[in-house]
């Protein structure tokens, strides 16, 4: 009886190539790989006036926590490191301060790091317009001196109940240390 020849390993390796594709296949077709779109995008403005001592008919916002070299109604120096401001902003549709508001963008940021102007944000916008109720909670470092930064959207309520996504924020607007304007390009990623 002749030897039996050695078993080629190329059908294995075919098999075994063939059924990592259907497997990658498989994870296409379900939508795991495909890229993800937002399920609803909105812009808003929200306008912050902060109290300097001389206007509190019109301020929106206020300094409530200082570090011990500052104070509550100025910022400090050093990128006003340890200020902490609490606000009550109107939000607009577009970026007119007199505009009808759509709701008030309500919550705090805290200025975080000595070396470069930066804060951290933990806000809600609460929507109060005939075409949108609830509210979509935000929370995230906001790097202030780059022209666009991104904060997440982290929940919301009504009609944006459990809604997750990404808020793209940038300046619109600034009159030195007392009013901004800052657009959000909201992309929500999660809608019920």
């Not at 902060?50 to 019109?58: K, P, S």
């Not at 000595?114 to 935000?138: D, P």
Request: charged residues 20%.
């Amino acid at each position: 009886m002749a030897p039996k020849a050695p078993k080629s390993p190329i059908p294995n390796l075919f098999f075994f190539l063939l059924l990592i594709l259907s497997a990658f296949s498989a994870a296409a077709a379900s939508g795991k790989l495909r890229s993800r779109r937002p399920c609803r995008r909105l812009v808003f403005y929200f306008h912050d006036i902060l109290y300097n001592g001389e206007n509190a008919a019109n301020a929106t916002a206020a300094i409530v926590g200082a570090p011990a070299w500052g104070n509550t109604t100025v910022l400090t120096g050093m990128n006003h490191f340890g200020d902490v401001v609490v606000f009550d902003d109107p939000i607009t549709v577009d970026n007119n301060l007199h505009g009808p508001p759509v709701g008030r963008a309500q919550g705090f940021y805290i200025y975080d790091k000595k070396e470069i102007f930066t804060a951290w944000l933990g806000f809600s916008f609460v929507f109060n317009s005939t075409e949108h109720r609830g509210s979509l909670n935000f929370a995230g470092a906001d790097p202030l001196m780059n022209k666009t930064r991104d904060v997440s959207v982290i929940g919301g309520t009504g009609d944006f109940f459990m809604a997750r996504g990404i808020a793209t924020l940038s300046t619109d607007s600034f009159e030195g240390e007392v009013y901004f304007r800052l657009r959000a390009d909201i992309k929500l990623y999660e809608c019920w």
